[in-house]
């Protein structure tokens, strides 16, 4: 009998140990970000709503037009995804990077996605951005997303040459840039002394198609047409080619002419080809503290339903097979050829070129 309750009480301890060893294995280790961002499997998007659901909502850190685009992009996100809620907070580049960097030394995670033309750069520079897939780019060509996977496009910024209808007609506007040197335009053009959207960019373009040498050579011409200089946005310069101020308006955003040209305004615009361009990037937050949001909220921007948001919003849509609303804004018809400037190079040279438009314009 002895024997018999030994062998139970080592039958009853083993089983309890078996249980509760059972108990304690340990469950699957819940997926990182990294791993959440660089998903790519056949049950992805079923992974991200799922995982989304339980976050219930994203941070954007946008340089964007609030009332002209980002609330159309958030109230479009938000019928496709009713369980999350965006919070967006808007400024220029500079200052979303510095409030980035801010939280970050404090060990504050609150963005989850950055966009800018330069600002995603910046905050990469930093070491603050995550790698990540997303099946939209597929579609994307390669001037339009990072070949390390560190940002993707949302839309895209064509310059020209604006100018007052009343003032000039159609046929004597300049249609290159050599005709900008024609002596009838001294005096007679202005532009912004902006470093990402003015004539910085102009230089830009003209020493990398052009050239060094014969891009330098042309640019000392240009100086001798006297043109004036603006520390307002190109918009407003714009706005003052509008108002009669001066006749010309160089490396005007062609899409900022075409909607005031629609509202009755006496403007137009005249590519001069390679037409200067540059990209709107978005792109992915390390520590996102909602990657499953996050990673949706990058597929729809850059998916064909999220770019006719932005195409309806008189943005210039960066996929390959939504045009613009105005469809000659975007190369094809009007102007063919464009000069990207690829943001990695408008950063890296941003200050060469503030530099050589300094020295040779501003003395």
């Known amino acids: ?3 018999i309750n030994r062998q139970s009480r080592i039958a009853t301890l083993t089983m309890v140990a078996t249980m509760l060893a059972f108990c304690v294995t340990p469950v699957a280790a819940a997926a990182t970000g990294e791993e959440i961002a660089l998903m790519n499997r056949a049950d992805r998007q079923k992974i991200l709503v799922e995982g989304a659901k339980k976050e219930g909502k994203i941070s954007w850190y946008t340089t964007l037009i609030v009332d002209q685009v980002v ?3 958030k109230e479009a996100f938000e019928k496709e995804y009713p369980f999350i809620q965006m919070e967006y907070f808007r400024g220029n580049s500079e200052r979303i990077v510095q409030k980035m960097l801010a939280e970050y030394q404090a060990k504050r995670y609150d963005v989850d996605v950055i966009d ?4 995603p750069t910046m905050v990469r520079r930093a070491g603050l951005l995550q790698r990540f897939y997303s099946p939209m780019l597929a579609e994307y060509p390669a001037d339009l997303k990072d070949p390390q996977g560190f940002w993707g496009t949302t839309n895209l910024y064509f310059f020209a040459t604006g100018y007052n209808t009343r003032m000039v007609k159609a046929a004597e506007v300049p249609k290159s840039y050599e005709d900008l040197l024609n002596p009838r335009w001294k005096g007679q053009m202005m532009w912004s002394t902006s470093r990402g959207s003015g004539a910085p960019i102009f230089v830009g373009t003209i020493l990398n198609s052009m050239g060094m040498e014969a891009g330098k050579a042309y640019l000392q011409k240009l100086k001798a047409q006297n043109i004036a200089k603006s520390t307002a946005s190109n918009r407003q310069v714009l706005d003052l080619t509008i108002a009669g101020e001066y006749p010309l308006a160089l490396q005007m955003f062609n899409h900022h002419a075409f ?5 009755g305004a006496p403007v137009d615009w005249q590519p001069l080809e390679p037409v200067t361009a540059t990209i709107h990037t978005v792109a992915l937050a390390k ?3 909602h990657p499953h949001a996050a990673m949706l909220l990058l597929d729809f921007v850059m998916s064909e339903k999220g770019q006719k948001v932005y195409q309806q919003a008189n943005y210039l849509p960066s996929h390959p097979k939504i045009p613009a609303k105005q469809t000659d804004l975007k190369p094809g018809a009007r102007f063919k050829r464009a000069y990207y400037i690829n943001p990695d190079a408008q ?4 200050n060469d070129w503030v530099d ?8």
């Open 1 to 3: 009998m002895a024997w």
């Open 71 to 73: 609330r159309p992009v």
């Open 116 to 119: 800018g033309t330069v600002s």
């Open 259 to 263: 909607i005031s040209k629609s509202a």
């Open 287 to 289: 520590n996102s503290p």
């Open 347 to 350: 950063y890296d040279k941003g």
């Open 356 to 363: 050589y438009f300094n020295s040779v314009f501003l003395k």
